[in-house]
């Protein structure tokens, strides 16, 4: 059985609040989990206390046991110092596309052209 530490929805439409579960991996998102370990609220600003609450010694625990948390889950962990984070580098999605480049440079070379 592999197990995650992931998020579970909950709340309303356009409201969501999220359960941090360890769960089967092959169990639906808001489906069935083992254990209840915290929650996190994303419509609370950053620096507030509430926004995420978190048993840290619970996700030690389920992580010697061989659970794996997912991205968003891992970031927590990271924060806490509980995990090393993971740096992710991918300079080329930010870059424009093909058809950006091209308008790009149609615009630079009507705006050479008049000051020639």
Avoid: C
Avoid at 14 to 22: L, N, Q, S
């Amino acid at each position: 059985m592999a197990l995650k530490i992931r998020l579970s929805r909950g709340g309303t439409k356009k409201r969501p609040v999220y359960a941090i579960v360890v769960a089967d991996s092959k169990s639906p998102r808001d489906g069935r989990f083992i254990e209840k370990l915290g929650y996190y609220n994303p419509l609370l600003p950053r620096d507030h206390a509430d926004r995420l609450k978190f048993d840290l010694d619970k996700a030690k625990a389920w992580m010697s046991k061989g659970a794996l948390p997912t991205d968003r889950v891992h970031r927590f962990l990271a924060n806490a110092g509980v995990v090393k984070a993971i740096v992710r580098n991918n300079p080329n999605q930010a870059t424009p596309k093909a058809k950006a480049q091209e308008r790009l440079k149609a615009e630079a070379a009507a705006a050479a052209a008049p000051a020639a």
